[in-house]
């Protein structure tokens, strides 16, 4: 169950919105949700199933009228508000970066390390990791514990609302313009998305990652509790409005059999595999939009390199990539 009394700050957001239709779902009552957005928001309305709920600002709120608080307002807010919350209280499941590489702060998946939020419940912070982390460490940790992971070589296919409304609105206008034969000038993104595949999320570090590519690799490696493995993320923006995909190569300590791996992801609880290259059965991005589980295909052996294998994992990033996993966490503390 869920706390009695619910906080989502950053409601307006598609992160924001996409928890408050899973709350609905799961039965939360309107009387027991508030909603907290930016000043200029404020005193507007969201729909929560055939309800509207009306938009606060942190002003408004005393966390300690509340049980669990939602952070997805971004890292400048939850810096400062979420201990607050944690201090009033309430706990809080943080979508941002800011707490995820904190040593004392769980970052969790609850298929795979639910114990880890547990074990630190007493800090009253969770954070919530990368959404192409959250889905590609799902399909991992089986597959880990049965074979025993060494190295990742990945590859995303990160969809527009990974960047939020204005990546979503930005290929939806440039789709527009370029089919009645205008031109375009990128704007959210840095190069035209429309058409293309851009390859860079958020910005470039020092040693040439981007540092969502450095995230999939520090986050995935805390999740599993596997520092000395070998990780190398690129990742890419691709015109497509909600879904990401992660291709993986795997390589383990014991030979992969995929018997084996098709039965260890077909009973682990969150994977669905759809797998027949014979019949073209593989997951898209549109495939699984509104679904909450991570979609496993393109399985294969490596002809050549030893314990090796390959797949492909889809996912809603809004909804598993982070709102659903956000409330997963909640109901299972």
């Not at 199933?49 to 952070?71: H, V």
């Not at 527009?160 to 527009?176: H, I, P, R, Y």
């Not at 294969?300 to 889809?314: D, G």
Request: charged content about 25%; some cysteine; glycine content about 6%.
């Amino acid at each position: 169950m869920l706390g009695e009394k619910i906080v989502v700050v950053g409601a307006t957001g598609l992160v924001g919105r996409e928890m408050l239709r899973i709350l609905c779902e799961e039965g939360v009552p309107l009387s027991n949700v508030m909603a907290i957005a930016s000043q200029k928001s404020k005193g507007g309305l969201l729909d929560y199933g055939n309800s509207k709920l009306e938009i606060f600002d942190l002003s408004d709120i005393s966390f300690e009228d509340y049980d669990t608080a939602f952070f997805s307002a971004g890292s400048d807010v939850s810096r400062i508000y979420a201990p607050i919350a944690a201090d009033a209280g309430c706990l809080v499941i943080d979508n941002t970066s800011y707490f995820r590489m904190n040593d004392d702060i769980p970052l969790v998946v609850p298929e795979v390390n639910i114990a880890e939020a547990r074990k630190f419940k007493n800090k009253k912070v969770i954070a919530n990791p990368n959404c192409s982390t959250i889905q590609m460490v799902v399909p991992l940790k089986p597959l880990h514990d049965a074979f025993g992971l060494r190295e990742l070589v990945v590859s995303t296919y990160q969809s527009t609302s990974g960047a939020g409304k204005d990546g979503v609105n930005e290929l939806m206008f440039q789709t527009s313009e370029i089919v009645s034969g205008n031109s375009v000038k990128p704007e959210c993104f840095k190069k035209q998305i429309a058409f293309n595949v851009i390859p860079q999320i958020d910005v470039f570090t020092d040693n040439l990652y981007t540092k969502e590519e450095l995230k999939m690799m520090n986050e995935t490696k805390k999740i599993l509790d596997l520092y000395d493995i070998d990780i190398t993320a690129t990742c890419v923006r691709v015109p497509v409005v909600i879904g990401h995909a992660v291709s993986v190569f795997a390589k383990f300590e014991r030979n992969v059999f995929l018997s084996e791996v098709v039965e260890v992801l077909k009973t682990f609880k969150g994977v669905q595999v759809v797998d027949d290259a014979n019949s073209y059965e593989y997951a898209t991005p549109v495939d699984v939009t509104s679904k909450n589980d991570v979609f496993v295909s393109r399985l294969r052996k490596h002809p050549t390199i030893e314990n090796a294998l390959s797949f492909w994992c889809v996912a809603d990033n809004l909804r598993k990539g982070a709102a659903l996993n956000a409330i997963q966490i909640a109901k299972m503390l």
